[in-house]
Structure formats: structure tokens, C-alpha cells
């Protein structure tokens, strides 16, 4: 099970408030706020002090829900797995796994999307999908040498040995054309999608946080 607090950063937000503010209203020490920041779980004294501070409910600030399932996905088999945006859920596709690698692989990659929802990413925006695209598959390893998604090219002659020569494309080109790819399941993005994926690549590529990359235009 995981902890997501993005209901009430986006409850703050609606009450025009900031992490500031709540600390001051409700006495919580900064390293609680700290705390939810990364999806950790703190006592239900604090929830209750946040609640009665803000009026509402426990459900109305934190979701409490499994974290990864397992389940048939994109009919082609072409995506490993995806994360449900605001509700921390993680569905590994069984149709479309290749490895144990391919796996682990997979989940480090749906957790970065998870981390970033519960952050505040705003996947229906097409540059903020494009950098968790990014920081997705830099992050998970996929686009190392010998990563799941680094693709090795056969050049179209034979040599004089009468083999094909090939190469491993390179981090960027794998980073880039998956991070396409992903981000594309989202036709509204198609339009400008090399714009989005460029700007991602050099703003998000070395990013550990997405707050790093959205906190400037929230």
C-alpha cells in the first residue's frame, strides 16, 4: 500500500495556501511536511490537526491505495506497464514481459510517474508528460547499454566478412524516440510532440525532481 497527499496540496492550492501557511495554522513541524512531501506515512494526529484546520476529510487529503497490480495492457504489447494519474496505482502489463529485468525495469519506470503524479506533475499538459517521459526511462536504466529499450542497429550491407554491422543507438536517441513514443498515447500532444520531447530532453533529462523543472511555472 502508498501513501499520496496530492489531494491536499491541490486542496491547499484551492484555499489559496501554501506548506507555509499550513505548518503555521496546524503546528506541524516542517520535517512532517517534509515527510508527506515524499509520500510518507505520519500519524493520524497530524491528518486530524490538518483536517480540522482545513474543514474536511481524511479521504479529502490523502489516498491510501495499493501500489502495483498486474494485468493485460496494451493489446500490441508494446508498453511494459502505466501509472493511474492521482490515484498512485501501478499496472504492470503480463503481456508484454520479456525478462525479470524487463520487470524491475518497468516498475522503477511506473514509480517515477507515480512520484511525479504525487508531486504534482499535470500529465494532461504535454511538456510535463514529456519530462516525466524523460526522467522515466533516464532514471529506470531502460536507455543504458543494454537497457531494455536501447535498440541495437543493423546497418543494411554486409561487410567484407559477409556479416552486417551494427551499433547500439545512443542514450539521447533512446531517451528521445521512447520518451516519443510514451508521450504520443496522448493525441493531443502529437501536434509539436519533437518540440515537447527536445525541451524535455534539456531541461528534464538530469533532473531528480520534477519540482525542479514545474516549481518556476505553477
Given at each position: 500500500?502508498?501513501?499520496?497527499?496530492?489531494?491536499?496540496?491541490?486542496?491547499?492550492?484551492?484555499?489559496d495556501m501554501t506548506r507555509a501557511s499550513l505548518r503555521e495554522a496546524t503546528g506541524i513541524a516542517p520535517a512532517t511536511i517534509a515527510k508527506m512531501s515524499r509520500g510518507e506515512?505520519?500519524?493520524?494526529?497530524?491528518?486530524?490537526?490538518?483536517?480540522?484546520?482545513?474543514?474536511?476529510?481524511?479521504?479529502?487529503i490523502v489516498d491510501y491505495v495499493p501500489t502495483i497490480l498486474c494485468g493485460c495492457c496494451d493489446a500490441s504489447g508494446?508498453?511494459?506497464?502505466?501509472?493511474?494519474?492521482?490515484?498512485?496505482?501501478?499496472?504492470?502489463?503480463?503481456?508484454?514481459?520479456?525478462s525479470v529485468s524487463y520487470v524491475y525495469d518497468t516498475i522503477?519506470?511506473?514509480?517515477?510517474?507515480?512520484?511525479?503524479?504525487?508531486?504534482?506533475?499535470?500529465?494532461?499538459?504535454?511538456?510535463?508528460?514529456?519530462?516525466?517521459?524523460?526522467?522515466?526511462y533516464k532514471n529506470s536504466g531502460q536507455c543504458q547499454l543494454g537497457g531494455a529499450h536501447r535498440k541495437k542497429i543493423y546497418l543494411p550491407f554486409r561487410n567484407l566478412r559477409g556479416y552486417?554491422?551494427?551499433?547500439?543507438?545512443?542514450?539521447?536517441?533512446?531517451?528521445?524516440l521512447s520518451a516519443k513514443a510514451s508521450t504520443m498515447k496522448d493525441w493531443m500532444c502529437i501536434h509539436n510532440i519533437d518540440?515537447?520531447?527536445?525541451?524535455?530532453?534539456?531541461?528534464?533529462?538530469?533532473?531528480?525532481?520534477?519540482?525542479?523543472?514545474?516549481e518556476g511555472s505553477r
Open positions: 500500500m502508498a501513501l499520496c497527499y496530492k489531494k491536499l496540496w491541490k486542496l491547499l492550492i484551492d484555499k506515512s505520519v500519524g493520524t494526529s497530524v491528518l486530524e490537526r490538518i483536517c480540522e484546520s482545513l474543514q474536511c476529510n481524511i479521504g479529502d508494446l508498453f511494459g506497464g502505466n501509472t493511474r494519474n492521482g490515484s498512485g496505482i501501478i499496472t504492470i502489463c503480463t503481456n508484454s514481459i520479456a522503477v519506470h511506473e514509480l517515477i510517474h507515480a512520484y511525479d503524479d504525487c508531486k504534482g506533475t499535470d500529465f494532461s499538459k504535454c511538456e510535463q508528460r514529456a519530462c516525466s517521459e524523460i526522467r522515466a552486417y554491422d551494427w551499433y547500439y543507438e545512443t542514450e539521447e536517441e533512446c531517451l528521445t518540440t515537447y520531447i527536445n525541451d524535455a530532453y534539456n531541461n528534464c533529462a538530469d533532473k531528480k525532481d520534477p519540482f525542479d523543472v514545474h
